[in-house]
């Protein structure tokens, strides 16, 4: 058995999962110095092992040597210990974590989830998801920040925030990778235990399925770039599908939808939808509009 990190070595006792456990207990109280102490307390950890631990732990997330990964790490434990102790998973819309985030960026952090309504574990929550789901579909979501900037001009031109709608999936958990498992690959949208576990971000990065469905298309055009580009201008001359037309895409589903496309390669288009969602789909999949 491989010897433990030593960054995720215990402190007095507590465990990085123990800890992010004790924190989803205060969650929703932890400047209350008075009820922290007793919820502490009743789970069996004394207080100055807690705040031991607690000194212990941020100063390992905040330490630069260690690239982020005890943060990385603790961030899925933390999610899912809110998720267990509260019932379920906290989930909420995406056009709601897109408000909230532009509120956030107008207001400051604190007064921007007060001012839609969502507390800050709920908000862990729901930005962890988003996040994730993001990372692992990088092309669909490759508008995110257009929408967030066009919502923070929203609000600085003197709209209201949006009332962000939280749900709690009864029963849901969301998954946490398994010890030892690499830190950065949840956030980066890679499987934890399909990389190794010393794996640097930029390694993990580079296993993004989005980043390797990009290198695949590159390799496919530099394979035969001569007939790639004679492709092209026959496309153009011929009113094919180049980029910077308007298209049509009919969706695995049967459903036809407006797009542009962005970029070709043999056998695949990269189309933007309406809102700035990008994705890669089959040629034959694409007609121009």
């Given at each position: 058995m491989a010897p433990m990190d030593p960054a995720m070595q215990p402190i007095n006792g507590i465990s990085l999962e123990r800890y992010a456990d004790l924190g989803a207990?205060?969650?929703?109280?932890?400047?209350?110095?008075?009820?922290?102490?007793?919820?502490?307390?009743?789970?069996?950890?004394?207080?100055?092992?807690?705040?031991?631990?607690k000194a212990g732990w941020t100063a390992r997330m905040q330490d630069m040597s260690l690239m982020g990964r005890v943060a990385m790490a603790y961030m899925p434990l933390y999610q899912a210990a809110?998720?267990?102790?509260?019932?379920g998973q906290a989930q909420a819309?995406?056009?709601?974590?897109?408000?909230?985030?532009?509120?956030?960026?107008?207001?400051?952090?604190?007064?921007?989830?007060?001012?839609?309504?969502?507390?800050?574990?709920?908000?862990?929550?729901?930005?962890?998801?988003?996040?994730q789901t993001m990372a692992?579909?990088?092309?669909?979501?490759?508008?995110?920040?257009n929408l967030i900037t066009q919502e923070e001009q929203r609000l600085r031109a003197?709209?209201?925030?949006?009332?962000?709608?939280?749900?709690?999936?009864?029963g849901v958990i969301p998954p946490?990778?398994?010890?030892?498992?690499?830190?950065?690959?949840?956030?980066?949208?890679?499987?934890?235990?399909?990389v190794p576990a010393n794996a640097n971000p930029m390694q993990v990065?580079?296993?993004?399925?989005?980043?390797?469905?990009?290198?695949?298309?590159q390799q496919a055009v530099m394979a035969n770039p001569l007939g790639?580009?004679?492709?092209?201008?026959?496309a153009f001359l011929t009113g094919g599908v180049v980029p910077g037309c308007n298209v049509i895409v009919t969706w695995s589903n049967g459903q036809q939808y407006p797009a542009k496309c962005m970029s070709t390669t043999p056998g695949q288009v990269q189309v933007a939808f309406e809102g700035g969602r990008q994705e890669w789909v089959p040629e034959h999949a694409v007609r121009k509009a």
């Amino acid at each position: 058995m491989a010897p433990m990190d030593p960054a995720m070595q215990p402190i007095n006792g507590i465990s990085l999962e123990r800890y992010a456990d004790l924190g989803a207990v205060i969650a929703d109280f932890m400047d209350d110095k008075d009820r922290v102490a007793q919820a502490i307390q009743a789970e069996g950890v004394s207080l100055a092992d807690f705040e031991a631990a607690k000194a212990g732990w941020t100063a390992r997330m905040q330490d630069m040597s260690l690239m982020g990964r005890v943060a990385m790490a603790y961030m899925p434990l933390y999610q899912a210990a809110v998720a267990k102790r509260k019932g379920g998973q906290a989930q909420a819309s995406y056009e709601d974590f897109v408000a909230c985030s532009a509120a956030m960026k107008v207001y400051g952090p604190e007064v921007g989830m007060k001012s839609c309504g969502v507390s800050m574990s709920d908000w862990t929550e729901v930005a962890g998801q988003w996040n994730q789901t993001m990372a692992a579909n990088m092309g669909q979501y490759a508008g995110h920040f257009n929408l967030i900037t066009q919502e923070e001009q929203r609000l600085r031109a003197g709209g209201q925030p949006r009332q962000v709608q939280i749900q709690r999936v009864a029963g849901v958990i969301p998954p946490t990778p398994q010890a030892g498992a690499n830190p950065y690959a949840q956030a980066m949208g890679v499987n934890p235990n399909a990389v190794p576990a010393n794996a640097n971000p930029m390694q993990v990065a580079m296993m993004n399925p989005a980043y390797q469905q990009a290198m695949h298309n590159q390799q496919a055009v530099m394979a035969n770039p001569l007939g790639h580009g004679l492709n092209q201008v026959g496309a153009f001359l011929t009113g094919g599908v180049v980029p910077g037309c308007n298209v049509i895409v009919t969706w695995s589903n049967g459903q036809q939808y407006p797009a542009k496309c962005m970029s070709t390669t043999p056998g695949q288009v990269q189309v933007a939808f309406e809102g700035g969602r990008q994705e890669w789909v089959p040629e034959h999949a694409v007609r121009k509009a």
